[in-house]
């Protein structure tokens, strides 16, 4: 495995890149915020704790897409959940309800790319079941990464079929192949 990961340049193009999107991404967090407060009202900012880089847990933020009284179900989210506010369809489809973990791109939790970060249930779960799981931890986690490429609408549930993608960005992490992840993804989203 090469450097880049846990690199200084990593962490300056996630920098450089969160700055250069957060100006056009607050107007949408905004937005966002907006529509899920008239749409259900309460609290627009959802944070859950999720493991990070050397299985270190930290809290991530995500615009609130559920209804306030949905249950917490441990296993994950679910396809077509019921509790899903109207509005968080949109978000969701246009993945804006992710555009709130710039600041976890700042804090230094997170990358734009990488493994997606799992609660800390679903990774204890997955590394006693799953061989090779822990391996994903050496990296940091990202908004979206090379499984998401392959299985978008995957769930907690999918971790087995998820992993080989997260162990080959593991192995292959750098600059270019950073960047086609990024450019697959603004492709799928456009």
Known sequence: MNTYPKSSLKRLLDWVLSVAVAPFA????FLGCAAVYLTDGGPVIYKQ???GLGGKPFTMYKLRTLKLNAKDDLSG????????????????AWRIDELPQIFNILKGDMSWVGPRPERPHIVAKCIEEI??????HV??????GWAQIHHPDAT?????????YDLEYVEKAGFKFDALILWKTLVAIG
């Open 26 to 29: 607050l107007v949408f967090v």
């Open 49 to 51: 704790l999720r493991v």
């Open 77 to 92: 989210m679910r396809k077509n959940d019921p509790d899903i506010i109207w509005v968080g369809w949109v978000l969701r």
């Open 131 to 136: 061989p090779n799981y822990g391996k994903r």
């Open 139 to 144: 990296v940091l986690p990202g908004i979206t």
């Open 156 to 164: 907690p549930n999918d971790n087995l079929h998820k992993l080989p």
